[in-house]
């Protein structure tokens, strides 16, 4: 059976094995270890988005999407930038 999903690269353990946590409708719902050289060059880096299709849990193909991530990496930085500022400091 093969399937599709959106995965974020949460980690890299020991500089090889890529930690990908799969979604669907925005929840994870599984985890993928691969090796880091399976994924595109460009999505070997902790919180790049991809769209990854699985069969039998393994990777078959992987593409990377720049522009989720940035926009992923854009929330994250704002929401700390809001959780920062001092309450007095708040409007």
Known sequence: MTETY???LDRIVDGQTAVLLLEENGETVDQ???DVTR???A???E???LEITVEASEPCEAEYLPEV???R???AQERLDR???KLSDRD
Do not use: I
């Open 6 to 8: 959106t995965a974020t």
């Open 32 to 34: 993928l270890d691969v």
């Open 39 to 41: 994924l595109p060059p």
């Open 43 to 45: 999505a070997q880096h």
């Open 47 to 49: 919180g790049s988005v």
């Open 69 to 71: 991530t940035q926009s």
């Open 73 to 75: 990496k854009e929330s």
């Open 83 to 85: 959780l920062s500022t």
